[in-house]
Nanobody
Framework: QLVESGGGSVQAGGSLRLSCAAS????????MGWFRQAPGKEREGVAA????????YYADSVKGRFTISQDNAKNTLYLQMNSLKPEDTGMYYC??????????????????WGQGTQVTVS
């Protein structure tokens, strides 16, 4: 089970930190990622992390502004979002994949999803 939190409304230039608490059988998660979906748009990958090695991946639109991290002791994934822009608005989802991925930011490769948390930037 994946449960996101930390969304909210913020002005442009502000910051938010999203959290994703994982429970259940998490030992075989290979990648975890953050994805977002704006109204009328397809879900897109924002950031992902290889759980074992720590390698991170970012969409070009968020590089330098967003940071993905994990706390394995707490089974929690984070997304620190700085310098937020109105185009960052959307529902943000946490997801997990249990296999090696050539495209860690491709949402179609993830099997386990949280319910999402809304981020609104005005």
């Amino acid at each position: 089970q994946l449960v996101e939190s930390g969304g909210g409304s913020v002005q442009a230039g502000g910051s938010l930190r999203l959290s994703c608490a994982a429970s259940g059988y998490t030992d075989n998660n290979v990648y975890m990622g953050w994805f977002r979906q704006a109204p009328g748009k397809e879900r897109e990958g924002v950031a992902a992390i290889n759980i074992a090695g720590g390698a991170t991946y970012y969409a070009d639109s968020v590089k330098g502004r967003f940071t993905i991290s994990q706390d394995n002791a707490k089974n929690t994934l984070y997304l620190q979002m700085n310098s937020l822009k109105p185009e960052d608005t959307g529902m943000y989802y946490c997801a997990a994949a249990k296999t090696f991925l050539f495209s860690p930011l491709n949402p179609r490769k993830y099997n386990y999803w949280g319910q999402g948390t809304q981020v609104t930037v005005s």
